[in-house]
């Protein structure tokens, strides 16, 4: 069962996605105080709208239509419902921002993990090499060490790849999705 309703219609290269809301309150947080246009969406209204936008390219042009039943619209929401949805957007859009910028400083605190992991690796190495001429541990514990070493270093080089390849690029598709919202046309209609 879906939650929000959701039709589709294609025409000259420009895309329109239609969002049947079952009421107002499955739209806007209606326990925000805050005045139109600076109400929040709901989680199930934001989720809708940025994975139907989602399912697009980035540079096409989408036109969003959310439709309320009859009588959820008074005058002074219908004036502020698409800068509302559109603020919404342009907020969110800066906290992923954020996000970003602490992504990419854990990418670079990871880098650094792995410079460090390789300078100390070097020598280590080395030492297990010219250790077993001086006879000074097993080969048993010169494994272990080794061995060690090696899982530490590839913890450090998977949890850097995939925070920069992997959680990176998502973030940053979401922030452009957003911001994509937060600048599209919107149509209010009623049902």
């Known amino acids: 069962m879906r939650v929000v309703g959701y039709s589709q219609v294609e025409a000259a290269g420009k895309s329109t996605v239609q969002l049947n809301f079952k009421n107002l309150g499955q739209l806007l947080d209606l326990d925000d ?6 109400k929040e969406l709901t ?3 934001e989720d809708a709208i940025s994975s139907h936008l989602g399912d697009f390219p980035i540079k096409r042009e989408v036109e969003l239509v959310v439709s309320l039943p009859s009588g959820a619209l008074n005058l002074e929401i219908q004036e502020n419902l698409a800068e509302t949805i559109r603020q919404h957007f342009n907020f969110r859009a800066s906290e992923i921002a954020l996000e970003l910028v602490r992504k990419k400083s854990n ?4 880098l650094k993990a792995i410079a460090v992991m390789v300078a100390i690796m070097i020598p280590i190495g080395l030492a297990i090499k010219l250790l077993p001429d001086l006879h000074l541990f097993s080969s048993a514990v010169q494994l272990i060490i080794a061995g060690t070493i090696t899982i530490i270093a590839w913890v450090v080089i998977g949890d ?4 920069y390849v992997i959680g990176y690029r998502d ?5 452009k999705v957003y911001e994509k919202a937060a600048r599209m046309n919107i149509r209010i209609e009623q049902a």
């Open 160 to 163: 850097t790849f995939k925070a």
């Open 107 to 110: 990418v670079k605190f990871g």
């Open 33 to 38: 105080p805050s005045p139109y246009p600076h």
């Open 43 to 45: 989680e199930v209204a």
């Open 171 to 175: 973030v940053e598709r979401k922030m």
